[in-house]
């Protein structure tokens, strides 16, 4: 059954599909539903104004003959962050979907909005990850009331007050692709204790829903993800959907980044790469993991010590049919 679902502004929903003699329920959370919503016999297009728009609502399809389908948004709709996002909905290799409403991948939450953590808060996340730098977590302090595990990855190219320092003083020597596929090595080589703790943590049900996050959730955060998708069975090409997902996210910073830099005589597409989410740049991750570890998964149970049993508590927490 293929269904889409997005929510624009005001909090109305759009439901895409074939919705012939088909049920359609909502509920704040994507294990129980009860209120059933009423739509036309054979329409494709359901519309659907939000009961709250300060708080975040699932849908499940129910069609005779098939298994019932439960669908939320991807993009969660913050005013004060563009890349907050739920990894619920994606299919294994094994017929299995990542549960909708526990995990989920972010950039930094300091310039969220009242109505934003209000938002936030109907979804009573219990565990964010951050992978920010000591300098990067103190000078933009998150806004939620959630606990925090601090595990920081450091690296010049990913580090937004290092970048910020650069640019004042036109310092784009470097700030290209080659450098960045350096920065995704580095990351790899120096830091699997901190991809070891962060998954660790979201095989404990205490945890979830949890959230992993940088500061514009696309490298750090990126290379996460796929560590994630891989060890749930989510194929490669859908992995590097995802990661592509940054790109369409990000853009309205991107136009702003645009406007500043050459209004300070740099050529930005030039250092687009640094902003932006390359899908060569996750190729490249994909690519030395291959030629140093053996592969991801070699990687991820060599040298980050995720073991299988590991790997199934993870699934076990995650996955449903």
Known sequence: MDITLTRDDAGLYTLTGNFKHAEIFISQTPEHFAERIAIAAQTHTITIPSPDRLKRFYFMI???????????????????????????????????????????????????????????????????????????????????????????????????????ERLLAKDTQGMDETMMFGSYERILDQF?????????????????????????????????????????????????????????????????????????????????VVFSAPVALLLHAYDYLEQQYGGMLSYLRDYVGIDEATQQKLQAALLTN
């Open 62 to 164: 129910r069609q005779q003959g098939q298994a019932d389908v439960v669908v939320g948004t991807r993009r969660l709709p913050l005013q004060g962050s563009l890349n907050f996002r739920d990894l619920g909905g994606y299919q294994t290799t094994t017929g299995q979907y990542i549960k909708w409403g526990k995990i989920f991948r972010g950039d930094a939450q300091d310039r969220l909005t009242d109505d934003d953590i209000q938002y936030m808060d109907s979804i009573g996340f219990k565990l964010m990850c951050d992978l920010r730098g000591e300098h990067e977590a103190i000078e933009r302090p998150g806004r939620l009331n959630t606990e925090r595990l601090h595990l920081p990855i450091h690296d010049d190219l990913v580090n937004g007050r290092v970048i910020r």
């Open 192 to 272: 699997p204790q901190v991809f070891a703790t962060a998954l660790k943590q979201m095989t404990q049900p205490k945890n979830l829903p949890l959230a992993f996050h940088c500061t514009a959730g696309k490298d750090r955060t990126g290379l996460l993800a796929a560590m994630l998708l891989t060890l749930l069975g989510i194929p490669k090409e859908t992995i590097i959907q995802d990661y592509d997902l940054s790109n369409g996210y990000v853009q309205p910073f991107l136009d702003w980044m645009r406007g500043r830099v050459e209004a300070n005589g740099i050529d930005f597409e030039s250092i687009k």
